[in-house]
DNA sequence: TTGAAAGCGCTAACAG
DNA sequence: CTGTTAGCGCTTTCAA
């Protein structure tokens, strides 16, 4: 950063400014700042009125270095650029927010590398918990996780081992269902529509599990069509139109998230195809957008805003039984079968 | 946080550790690891294995305390809830990403305590600037700002005085130059929808410009409608809705978002409104996802990811002349009249 | 190129 | 209720 900004005749203020502007020791004003009861009204108030008069910002590097404890949890996503981690976040906030704890949100753009990277940043401010999406990571992603000896939680997926605790759904779970409602609705000739990230193991899970579903009923997937970058509901269009040029026989499409399967869905009702009778559609995330669509897409909701409060919650220990370490909470996604899917035969 | 975690026989590793593992002074690996040059080769390679055996992991507690210098950027934005300012932190991110500068967040959800609040839990971990939306703040945080002695960077607007550099657009002018082109395209009854938020000072400038630039043409908004939360989307059809069977003779709806304004599109697509022929649309903001509609909204760009880079260029002292204090940049928005604003006549 | 000493600003622990 | 002392883990500064 270039150093032109201050002649720089002030200091920042200390805590020694405070004690000789209230005349009162360094350490009560301290005890003041931090609000710890044990400090009399009226030196209370002196302290107060001194800190603000000053401008006084305590500085938190000292404090937490003398302290050895630091109000930051550590918050580790893929992305910020779809509706599903702010949406997180905002449970998490809900929850930290009357304790004091502080989120500090790293993304990793779905990258390993990015992740270990952002966690080792993060970990060098010795956070006192650590919040992660998903549970696959880079062996020494890994290893700092392990032997950071803070409380860690795992968010959003639970289809595998988890490091301490963990908060999310099954998405091998909930594409089985999916893919079983579906076929309780007689669509036979099924496609899917998805993105492009080999890192998306969420995305994966839960085309496994739709696939294995359909591969439990003796049917398969009849074609795929991916895409990367760009806007959603615009590839979703385009995609559609794609995969149903080419196929026109199939009669169901699947969709990895919301955003896209509503850019299909928008297609097929310009397009004039009969939804859900000839060709039914569902995505993915329960998201907002959906209900100002003259036809419901069928979704499943993806529970964002219970797991990030629930995460937050075992971070302050407010579970059932006030551990913060070694918590499991699997809940169950929603399935809302809109108006794009026609109902069971 | 609940202090199950560990029976704790371990403490978390410190230079030290690694200085007795290599056989090298504390000093010598600190200049490893923090990539001084004058170390040699082989005293390197010995501490950095070490290092990476053991896990170490730095304390920047520790570290900018010693050093006075804290490589965090203090972002603190209104919200997380639509596409807008996630736009922001991907510009700034893309330039930070190259300094060894790190961003972290936080939001206000457009609330001049919270904001207050926000800004003075940042302030009190010393970060090297700040980047802050918008020109309005508090007292106390205006006098926070003003005090900190590190470089501040206000954005999204430059309609006011600045406190210190300025990277936006001015909305009052993107408000004007909206009506102008309404008024050129000849539609004369004009209804506005947008957010009841008394804190997007934002969003107020840009109905100010506009209003001023009808006044100017011996003109009036017709009629209002307001909302607040929800599915912004849905919202848009209601309020679209609502305001035209109020007022069916309206020829013109300008609304303060692209989300209501796309959801407006859709009802009068759905209701077969003849757009842009006796009902002209126009949002603002320029998201992403109007390229997924049949017809495209006319919209503003506010020219979210330049104001992002350019704000943490300044930051980075990669202006023109090197300053990173005082800067003024406003940015041109371009008016993208796409298909719901009829030609001139 | 390496090491030793002296803090950074605050709080834990204890004494009064 | 208030004050004193001794660090927290690292980097600055100076010396070798």
Redesign the pocket.
């Known amino acids: 950063m270039a150093n032109d900004h201050r002649p720089d005749t002030r200091?920042t203020l200390?805590?020694?400014d405070v004690s000789e502007a209230s005349g009162?020791?360094?350490?009560?004003v301290?005890?003041v700042?931090?609000n710890r009861g044990?400090?009399?009204r009226s030196?209370r108030d002196r302290v107060m009125k001194a800190a603000k008069d000053l401008g006084y910002v305590?500085?938190k590097i000292?404090?937490g270095?003398?302290?050895?404890?630091v109000n930051l949890v550590a918050v580790i996503i893929p992305s910020l650029s779809n509706m599903v981690f702010p949406e997180v976040l905002t449970g998490i906030s809900q929850v930290l927010d009357d304790t004091g704890l502080q989120p500090v949100v790293g993304v990793t753009n779905y990258s390993p590398e990015r992740e270990e990277r952002v966690l080792y940043e993060m970990l060098s401010w010795r956070p006192s918990g650590v919040i992660v999406a998903g549970l696959e990571h880079s062996d020494a992603a890994r290893a700092m996780l392990t032997n950071a000896g803070i409380p860690i939680v795992e968010i959003m997926d639970v289809d595998g081992p988890a490091i301490d605790s963990v908060v999310g759904i099954s998405h091998h779970r909930a594409g089985q269902m999916m893919a079983q409602t579906i076929l309780a609705a007689g669509y036979r000739r099924i496609g899917f529509l998805g993105t492009q990230m080999p890192h998306d193991h969420r995305a994966r899970k839960r085309l496994e599990g739709f696939t294995a579903a359909l591969a439990a009923a003796g049917l398969a997937l009849e074609d795929r069509e991916y895409y990367d970058g760009g806007s959603a509901l615009l590839k979703g269009r385009e995609m559609t139109q794609a995969i149903l040029s080419r196929r026109p026989d199939l009669d169901f499409l699947y969709y990895s998230n919301d955003m896209i399967g509503a850019g299909g869905l928008l297609h097929c009702l310009d397009a004039g195809i009969d939804v859900p009778g000839r060709l039914g559609l569902a995505g993915f995330n329960g998201v907002e957008l959906l209900d100002g669509l003259r036809v419901r897409l069928a979704t499943m909701d993806a529970c964002r805003l219970e797991v990030g409060r629930a995460a937050a919650e075992i971070l302050t220990g407010k579970t059932a039984d006030g551990r913060s370490s070694g918590v499991r909470i699997e809940l169950t996604p929603r399935l809302d079968p809109g108006q794009t899917i026609r109902a069971p035969r």
Do not use: I, K, Y
């Open positions: 200091r200390t805590l020694r009162v020791s360094e350490m009560t301290s005890r700042l931090r044990d400090v009399s030196t305590p500085n000292a404090g270095l003398a302290s050895q404890r």
